[in-house]
């Protein structure tokens, strides 16, 4: 009888241990994602990705730990690939900043690349674009498969934000762009 309630009494221990650390490490999240969030927010904006997009993929991702190192050589808060990190102009894959804005760009792009669809975007960012295409879609593999399910991000379809710049010519025609850089061109 004394055992029982030794072991039922242990076992309120443990549950009450297990659920005070649950609640320390979702504390722990909230106060990290809030650390982020001013950079995510202003970086966001700027590249026209929606900020809850990119909170749902570092969330995934690292859970917003800044010096994260995944098994396979992803780095940093948005697990950079050493080479994708190159490509967007990442030096300091564990600067904060430097990371979320690598990652920011990418996600632009591919959401550019497969038309904003959620999955295919995700299973890019995930497993690669090489195997989106080779698979003509989402590859048939589980991690990509419990990647798409563990984004908390629902919506089937991101929306991005171009920018256009208008401008008169010299002949005194409105012009329309993209390019910030082709008004400094005109103005020199």
Known sequence: MAGRRFIRFVSVILSLFMFCSLLLASSRQ?????????????LAAKHGVPADFVHAVIKVESNYDQFAVSEKGALGLMQLMPETAMKYGVLNVFDPEQNIEGGIKYLKDLIKQYHGDRDLVLAAYN????????HNGIPPYPETKNYLKKVEYTRPYIRTKTI?????????????TNNPFYLQKKSS
């Open 30 to 42: 909230e106060d990290l994602k809030a650390k982020y969030d001013p950079i995510i927010q202003r």
């Open 127 to 134: 497993a690669g674009q090489a195997a989106v295409e080779k």
């Open 164 to 176: 256009i710049y208008r401008f008169y010519d010299e002949n005194g025609r409105l012009c329309l």
